[in-house]
């Protein structure tokens, strides 16, 4: 049994007074706190990075991985959103756990993963940890593939039951994880790389939110694709890749989201950063609770 | 016994090549990595493909650049595991 979330949820007065207007609307406002923001980092650096790290690397690495560790790198420099809302009431994650999303081979659908403390592992221990699970789904071998397959077998109607309880739990209280299907719960931010061979050009992106409240983020990465930038005074043609993040205005606002995805733009674009440490900042509003 | 050289390379190009368009004129040494062309969809695919027809164990330590970069590489690494430990049945 794990508990993702810190024992006491972070005071309502350090919480901006307009994140609590969204937190506290009544159903009746059809409030809705998502924002997405789009934006697009230099592949050209990403893809050139990557290549010399694939020269001689012990691992294979993708932009998948790269993905992850600017994630969780950016989640560590602002760790006020490493957060969830559980009922009326928000609570920081302990770690920095990353979800993401792949294609399961074995049951030809989509699945989750989850890379715990990823700000503390390296580039190559999350790619080897992806690629092992990448394989064990298409063997159909894991642990979880099992309880999958299990889950799999439950009528509609029972899931449809299953999931009002889990969801009503998940929403309204603090609640350890305790099984391999809702370790999931322990990942505050969920990441996608569609950049996949021959994805089309993304212009417009808005990442679904999972049943369980846990994915506060999500960070989509687009294919590359090539475009006329500006370098100093010359026109220039170069590779770029779509970045969206989605957002939840009951936990960050605009300005604390726009940060956050600067930063993980900033890893992206410079990835030799990606080797190193979480940068230091001194958020306005800790995801950790007064102590 | 080990697998035939030509025929494992033959087999592995037909399965990449069958991919699509995009991958119509991949050779043995075409570099599937700089090339954008060895996505985890691909490498998935090509282990599993790899595991059911030849009866070895390939694991995520396997997965590095050298032995993915081309087709020949690939077969080098399957050739290497069948001389490493013999291949369970299929």
């Not at chain 2, 695919?45 to 009866?55: A, C, K, R």
């Amino acid at each position: 049994m794990k508990w993702p979330l810190h024992d006491r949820p972070i005071p309502g007065r350090r919480i901006p007074l307009y994140n609590r207007f969204y937190l506290h609307a009544p159903r009746a406002s059809h409030v809705d706190p998502v924002m997405v923001w789009g934006t697009e980092i230099d592949a050209d650096a990403l893809t050139s990075f990557l290549r010399e790290r694939n020269r001689g690397g012990r691992v294979l690495l993708t932009t998948a991985h790269a993905l992850i560790r600017a994630t969780a790198l950016a989640l560590a420099q602002f760790p006020e959103m490493n957060v969830r809302v559980v009922g009326r009431r928000v609570y920081g994650f302990r770690g920095v756990n990353i979800r993401m999303g792949f294609y399961h081979r074995g049951n030809r659908e989509i699945d989750l993963l989850v890379v715990r403390e990823a700000d503390a592992k390296s580039l190559e221990q999350i790619g080897q940890e992806v690629w092992q699970r990448l394989l064990q789904a298409g063997r159909g071998t894991g642990p979880r593939d099992r309880d999958l397959a299990r889950l799999r077998r439950v009528p509609d109607l029972w899931l449809r039951q299953l999931l009002r309880i889990y969801g009503f739990l998940d929403r309204h209280f603090h609640l350890p994880s305790v099984g391999r299907l809702d370790e999931l719960r322990g990942g505050g931010a969920m990441v996608n790389d569609l950049s996949f061979a021959g994805a089309p050009p993304m212009r417009s992106y808005k990442p679904t939110r999972f049943p369980d409240q846990a994915d506060s983020l999500n960070l989509t990465l687009g294919p590359i694709e090539s475009k006329v930038v500006a370098r100093g005074d010359q026109f220039a043609s170069s590779g770029v890749m779509p970045l969206f993040l989605r957002a939840d205005h009951r936990l960050v606002d605009a300005y604390q989201a726009g940060r956050f995805l600067a930063a993980v733009r900033d890893l992206l674009n410079h990835p030799e950063r990606l080797d190193g440490p979480a940068a230091t900042d001194a958020p306005d509003r800790a995801g950790k609770p007064d102590s | 016994m080990k697998p035939d050289r030509q025929q494992l390379q033959a087999d592995l190009l037909q399965f990449v090549q069958s991919r699509g368009p995009r991958y119509a004129a991949v050779t043995p040494d075409t570099d599937l990595l700089d090339s954008g062309l060895l996505d985890s969809l691909l490498l998935t695919d090509l282990i599993l493909h790899l595991e059911g027809l030849y009866g070895i164990e390939l694991d995520s330590g396997h997965v590095s650049p050298a032995n993915f970069r081309t087709v020949s590489a690939i077969v080098d690494l399957v050739r290497e595991q069948f001389a490493a430990a013999p291949p369970r049945p299929a």
